[in-house]
C-alpha cells in the first residue's frame, strides 16, 4: 500500500475511530442523561409517596382527630344528659320528699274518716238492733200476754162446755150425743132441755170424766165462729184423707195443741154420710186409720198428749141407719212412738152381731 493509501487507511482509521470516540462520547452522554432521568424518575417517584404518606397521615390525622372531637363531643352530651338526668332525679326526690308528708298525712286523714264513718255505721246498727230488739220483746210480751189471756179464756170455755156435757148425758142414749149437746149449747139449763128432748129412755152413756171439747167453743158472749184457713200441716192431712177417698168432717178436729191428730172423714161420694174412718197423725206424719173396715158414725170424744178417744155408734140387728139404738162405745187410741194401738176392743163391723158399728 502506498503513501496515499496509507494515508487514505489513516485518515479513514482515524474517521472510524472519531466516529467511534463520537459514538463513544454520544453513548455515555446518553448513559448519563438516561440515568439522570432515572434517578429524576425515581426522586419524584420517592416524592410522590412520600407526599401519598404525608397525605395518608394528614387524613388519619384528620380522621383521629374527628373521632376524638366526636368523643369528646359524645362525652359531652353523656355528661349532659347525666346532668339532667340527675337533677331531675334530685328534683323527683325533692319533690317526693316534699309531698311524703302531704301524701302520709291525707292517708292519715281518709283512714280517719273511714274509721269515724265505720264506727257511726256501727253505732247506727247497734241502735237499729236495739230498737228491733226492744220491739221484738215489746212483741213477745204482748203475745205471751194474749196467749194467756187465750189459754185462760180457753180454760173457761173448756169448763162451760165440760159442765153442759156432764148435765147432757144423763139424758142421752151415747156420749157422742151428750159432746154434741154441749157444743150447740151456751148454758147447761139449754143443754138439759136439749138432751132431754131427745132423750129415747136408753142411757149408755157413763161421765166417769169429762173429755176435752173440740175447738172452738160455743159461748154464750161469743158465738161459734167459722172454721180458720187450714194451716200447711192440716193442708197436707186434708189431701192425704182426700187420697183414700174420704172428704173431712170437721177440721177442727186436727188442730189442737198435741202432736197426735185426728181427722174423720166420710167416704165419697156418699147420699147419707154414715161410711165414716178416723184418719191418725203424728205430727205431720200420716200413721194410719183406726180400723181396717169403715163405721156408720164416729165422733171425737177427748184427747190429750197422746191419746184420742174416739165414740163409735153401736146397732142392733134391725136398727136402721138413722137411729141407732145399741148406745156408743168408747176406744182410745194411743201413740208409743212407734206405732198407733187401740187401748180398748174396737166393736165389730159385722151386721149380724149383737152390736156393732155397721
Not at 382527630?65 to 334530685?90: D, F, L, N, R
Not at 138439759?192 to 129415747?200: F, G, K, L, M, N
Not at 154464750?220 to 197436707?236: E, R, Y
Request: glycine share 4%.
Amino acid at each position: 500500500m502506498g503513501y496515499r493509501g496509507i494515508a487514505i487507511a489513516r485518515c479513514i482509521l482515524g474517521t472510524v475511530v472519531f466516529a467511534a470516540t463520537v459514538v463513544a462520547c454520544n453513548s455515555s452522554s446518553v448513559r448519563s442523561e438516561a440515568q439522570q432521568i432515572v434517578q429524576e424518575q425515581q426522586h419524584v417517584a420517592a416524592v410522590n409517596t412520600m407526599t401519598d404518606l404525608l397525605l395518608e397521615q394528614q387524613a388519619a390525622e384528620s380522621t383521629a382527630t374527628a373521632a376524638i372531637v366526636t368523643s369528646q363531643e359524645t362525652a359531652t352530651v353523656a355528661s349532659v344528659q347525666i346532668g339532667e338526668t340527675a337533677t331531675a332525679s334530685a328534683a323527683q326526690v325533692a319533690v317526693q320528699e316534699t309531698q311524703a308528708p302531704i301524701i302520709a298525712a291525707a292517708t292519715v286523714a281518709a283512714a280517719q274518716d273511714a274509721a269515724k264513718v265505720q264506727a257511726t255505721e256501727i253505732v247506727d246498727a247497734a241502735h237499729r238492733g236495739e230498737t228491733l230488739a226492744t220491739q221484738a220483746t215489746a212483741t213477745a210480751q204482748a203475745d205471751a200476754a194474749q196467749a194467756q189471756a187465750n189459754a185462760e179464756a180457753q180454760r173457761s170455755s173448756y169448763a162451760a162446755w165440760q159442765q153442759r156435757y156432764i148435765a147432757a148425758a144423763h139424758y142421752v142414749a151415747y156420749c157422742p150425743q151428750a159432746s154434741e149437746v154441749a157444743s150447740d149449747t151456751t148454758s147447761i139449763s139449754e143443754a138439759v132441755a136439749t138432751a132431754q128432748a131427745s132423750d129415747t129412755g136408753y142411757h149408755n152413756c157413763s161421765v166417769t170424766e169429762a173429755p176435752t171439747p173440740r175447738l172452738p167453743l160455743t159461748s154464750a158472749s161469743q158465738p161459734t165462729p167459722a172454721q180458720p184457713t187450714p194451716s200447711a200441716s192440716l193442708q197436707a192431712a186434708i189431701a192425704r184423707v182426700d187420697q183414700e177417698g174420704y172428704d173431712v168432717v170437721d177440721k177442727r178436729d186436727y188442730d189442737d195443741p198435741f202432736a197426735l191428730h185426728v181427722l174423720i172423714g166420710v167416704k165419697v161420694p156418699t147420699a147419707d154420710g154414715y161410711t165414716q174412718r178416723a184418719f191418725f197423725f203424728w205430727q205431720d206424719r200420716y200413721i194410719g186409720t183406726d180400723a181396717a173396715n169403715p163405721s156408720a158414725t164416729i165422733g171425737l170424744e177427748w184427747r190429750n198428749a197422746d191419746i184420742v178417744a174416739l165414740g163409735y155408734s153401736l146397732y142392733r140387728k134391725d136398727d136402721p141407719m138413722c137411729c141407732p139404738t145399741g148406745g156408743a162405745a168408747t176406744v182410745r187410741f194411743h201413740w208409743d212412738g212407734s206405732k198407733l194401738a187401740p187401748l180398748d176392743p174396737i166393736p165389730s163391723d159385722d151386721l149380724q152381731a149383737t152390736l156393732s158399728r155397721r
